[in-house]
Nanobody
């Protein structure tokens, strides 16, 4: 059973930075294969929205317009990990951030941001940005 565990959330002031990490457990073939991994976020009472996605085997990374130039997604297959470097944080970035795993070897521009694309989810890590 694939399990995702996020970490790195916390409280920062506006303009600050955080680095989120997501480790994939329970899948011994992870480093030798490619999968689409993504970060989503969720505001209270709202549906999750896609933040960024990356194919672990290499290829194009995708970003939501509201994070372009501020957030960077990366991955380290040897560590079964995906990261989200968040810079220039704003109060409106305050949300629960989730890591997601898709069995697909690629991320697709038309679907990477859809919840239904992903097979497994982490428990989330809270990010709070104060003004």
């Amino acid at each position: 059973q694939v399990q995702l565990v996020e970490s790195g959330g916390g409280s920062v002031q506006s303009g600050g930075s955080l680095r989120l990490s997501c480790v994939v457990y329970g899948y011994t073939g992870y480093s030798g294969s490619s999968h689409c991994m993504a970060w989503f976020r969720q505001f209270p009472g709202k549906e999750r929205e896609g933040v960024a996605a990356i194919p672990t085997g290499g290829g194009t990374a995708y970003y939501a317009d509201f994070v372009k130039g501020r957030f960077t997604i990366s991955q380290d297959s040897a560590k079964n990990s995906v990261f989200l470097q968040m810079n220039s944080l704003k109060p409106e970035d305050t949300a629960m951030y989730y890591c997601a795993f898709d069995w697909s070897p690629r991320c697709f521009s038309v679907s990477w941001f859809t919840i239904e694309e992903y097979n497994y989810w982490g428990q989330g890590t809270q990010v709070t940005v104060s003004s």
